[in-house]
T-cell receptor, first 115, second 112 residues
Framework: AQSVAQPEDQVNVAEGNPLTVKCTYSVSGNPYLFWYVQYPNRGLQFLLKYITGDNLVKGSYGFEAEFNKSQTSFHLKKPSALVSDSALYFCAVSSNSGGYQKVTFGTGTKLQVIP | NAGVTQTPKFQVLKTGQSMTLQCAQDMNHEYMSWYRQDPGMGLRLIHYSVGAGITDQGEVPNGYNVSRSTTEDFPLRLLSAAPSQTSVYFC???????????FGPGTRLTVL
């Protein structure tokens, strides 16, 4: 069974500082990895994804994520945090291992950017 | 292009009542899914569909039914509501499971 772990319930970072939100995964076959963001009382919005190719993926709003196959990680990063980045972030995984493909989400990490 | 729509936005039920949460998408996506979001639990997959006439169970299917008679619609039925089903429900669609998912705005359900 596939799974996703987001070990931090909350990450606090000062505005202007770099931020990292951690994600590790377990899946059979090649992983398809995603980051989504949720603002209060809204649905989830897509940020970025890794399918294949370059291990550093760039996405919306200046976010990027690094795929590390040996550590089975896909951490979300941003060089300089903004107060408007404060939201709930979800990592998700799927795979091409055959059968009906499901998407599994992590439990989410609340990012708080402090002015 | 409305994307993924969900109705109703809010609903209050009494224990034992039944209801259907509606989900529709206008992007001709094959893959649709239902999630529930609970504090500290993230999003958990209830049921999903890979195309019209094909559905399968996710992590937490008990107490819910789905059907997919058209590509556009994927309703979620609560057979006999229980307080444990109090949650926020999200519908999502994508071209395939490995593609980016587009989420609806959610339905906040309270079961008394």
């Amino acid at each position: 069974a596939q799974s996703v772990a987001q070990p931090e319930d909350q990450v606090n970072v000062a505005e202007g500082n770099p931020l990292t939100v951690k994600c590790t995964y377990s899946v059979s076959g090649n992983p398809y990895l995603f980051w989504y963001v949720q603002y209060p009382n809204r649905g989830l919005q897509f940020l970025l994804k890794y399918i294949t190719g370059d291990n550093l993926v760039k996405g919306s709003y200046g976010f990027e994520a690094e795929f590390n196959k040996s550590q089975t990680s896909f951490h979300l990063k941003k060089p300089s945090a903004l107060v408007s980045d404060s939201a709930l972030y979800f990592c998700a995984v799927s795979s091409n291992s055959g059968g009906y493909q499901k998407v599994t989400f992590g439990t989410g990490t609340k990012l708080q950017v402090i002015p | 292009n409305a994307g993924v729509t969900q109705t109703p936005k809010f609903q209050v039920l009494k224990t034992g009542q039944s209801m259907t949460l509606q989900c529709a998408q206008d992007m001709n996506h094959e893959y649709m899914s239902w999630y529930r979001q609970d504090p500290g639990m993230g999003l958990r997959l209830i049921h999903y569909s890979v195309g019209a006439g094909i559905t399968d169970q996710g992590e937490v299917p008990n107490g819910y039914n789905v059907s997919r008679s058209t590509t556009e619609d994927f309703p979620l039925r609560l057979l006999s509501a229980a307080p444990s089903q109090t949650s926020v429900y999200f519908c999502a669609s994508s071209g395939r499971a490995v593609d980016t998912q587009y989420f609806g705005p959610g339905t906040r359900l309270t079961v008394l």
